[in-house]
């Protein structure tokens, strides 16, 4: 079975914008997207807000028919109770959200995600019926020593060790070097295409292929207008995760155009 992989251009905020500048990238986006260049069955547009933003966009989406898609930063492992100042998987589902970013490299360091909690974070997405980003890459260190491919392997089995094959093929993976997160270092194609087969290769090899071939694999680190049609030309490459880049309206939608027109879907 050949199933066809949309890409998808996926913008983290990360702490940027309230509210009301939220609101006005979303117009500004689905404005500058609707014109004749772009074919939203070529590429999925999504964004990140934080929370404090995700009801200004979704009333936005919903109200407007717009055509982007939008998920959230993380998610509490939980589902209720006595956790000051974390949001559930439900709560994220009510307000129309389709993924949540996990294990971005942010939130390992600053706080105390390590791989169980980050299972239990995939576990908590996929049982509230959205589609977990799941983060991983190496750091410098792993690449000084030649081990960033199995690092990034690892870290994908770490989490599907105990997921179902239908589980597994709702993940999408955005392979992101840590070093090239925000440094202007952007992986060169080959390395991205590199670490992205051996994802996938891995997938099959545990998974099958249809599973492996429905993941969609992104990369992220330091993506612009200007490396974005390289990177996307790769065969394992059906997107990006962007975070500086994709505070810029106009520079997003070229990237989403870019990936839009050079490719087919996979
Ligand atoms: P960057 O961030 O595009 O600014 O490198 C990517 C990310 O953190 O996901």
Not at 55 to 73: H, K, N
Not at 94 to 103: P, T
Not at 169 to 190: H, N
Not at 216 to 228: D, E, F, M, P
Request: charged letters at 25%.
């Amino acid at each position: 079975m050949t199933v066809r992989r949309i890409p998808l251009v996926a913008g983290n905020w990360k702490m940027n914008f309230d509210h009301l500048e939220a609101t006005y990238f979303v117009q500004k986006l689905a404005w500058l997207l609707r014109d004749a260049h772009f074919d939203f069955k070529r590429c999925e547009v999504a964004l990140f807000p934080s929370f404090t933003s995700l009801r200004s966009v979704q009333v936005l989406v919903e109200a407007d028919r717009l055509r982007v898609t939008y998920g959230a930063q993380s998610v509490s492992v939980t589902t209720q109770g006595a956790f000051t100042g974390d949001v559930s998987a439900d709560m994220i589902a009510h307000l129309g959200c389709s993924y949540v970013i996990v294990g971005h490299s942010e939130r390992r360091k600053y706080h105390p995600e390590d791989d169980a909690n980050i299972v239990d974070q995939v576990r908590a997405v996929l049982a509230a019926g959205m589609q977990p980003i799941l983060c991983v890459g190496e750091s410098f260190e792993e690449r000084r020593q030649g081990i960033e491919l199995d690092f990034a392997v690892g870290q994908v089995r770490d989490v599907t060790r105990d997921l179902s094959d239908e589980e597994t093929s709702k993940l999408i993976v955005a392979y992101e070097p840590v070093w090239a997160i925000g440094t202007g270092m952007v992986a060169t194609p080959q390395s991205a295409q590199e670490a992205s087969c051996a994802i996938r290769e891995d997938l099959r090899e545990t998974f099958g292929a249809d599973v492996a071939d429905a993941v969609r694999i992104l990369y992220g680190g330091s993506v612009t207008s200007k490396n974005a049609a390289e990177l996307i030309s790769q065969p394992d490459v059906d997107g990006f995760l962007i975070g500086g880049a994709a505070l810029d309206v106009d520079e997003l939608a070229k990237i989403a155009r870019l990936v839009s027109k050079s490719t087919q879907g996979r």
